[in-house]
Nanobody, 119 residues
Framework: QLQLVESGGGLVQPGGSLRLSCAAS????????IGWFRQAPGKEREEVSC????????RYRDSVKGRFTISRDNAKNTAYLQMNSLRPEDTAVYYC????????????WGQGTQVTVSS
């Protein structure tokens, strides 16, 4: 069974950057779309970004466009989320997951990594 482990979260000041990683084991990411979603306390889960498995096309929620970049390295069985110009409202637990298509439901997801943006 595919297992996903997120890393790279932490405490960062507003305007700072973090790079999240999503490492997979027990299977290959090659044929999956990979998504990042987040959940803040008291708020609903929201999708942040997704990258397709077929052509590498990407999509982002409006609030992170131009600041976040999703990527994948199939050779390393790892996906990434580069987050720049972080804002306090980006504070949340970030999860990575795999989907058949970016429009599908998540098949597997990790335990999450905490991102806190605060001065």
């Amino acid at each position: 069974q595919l297992q996903l482990v997120e890393s790279g979260g932490g405490l960062v000041q507003p305007g700072g950057s973090l790079r999240l990683s999503c490492a997979a084991s027990g299977g290959t990411l090659d044929y999956y779309a990979i998504g990042w979603f987040r959940q803040a306390p008291g708020k609903e889960r929201e999708e942040v970004s997704c990258i397709s498995g077929s052509d590498g096309s990407t999509r982002y929620r409006d609030s992170v466009k131009g600041r976040f970049t999703i990527s994948r390295d199939n050779a390393k069985n790892t996906a990434y989320l580069q987050m720049n110009s972080l804002r306090p409202e980006d504070t949340a637990v970030y999860y990575c997951g795999v989907l058949i298509l970016c429009s599908s439901e998540y098949e597997y997801w990790g335990q999450g990594t905490q991102v806190t943006v605060s001065s």
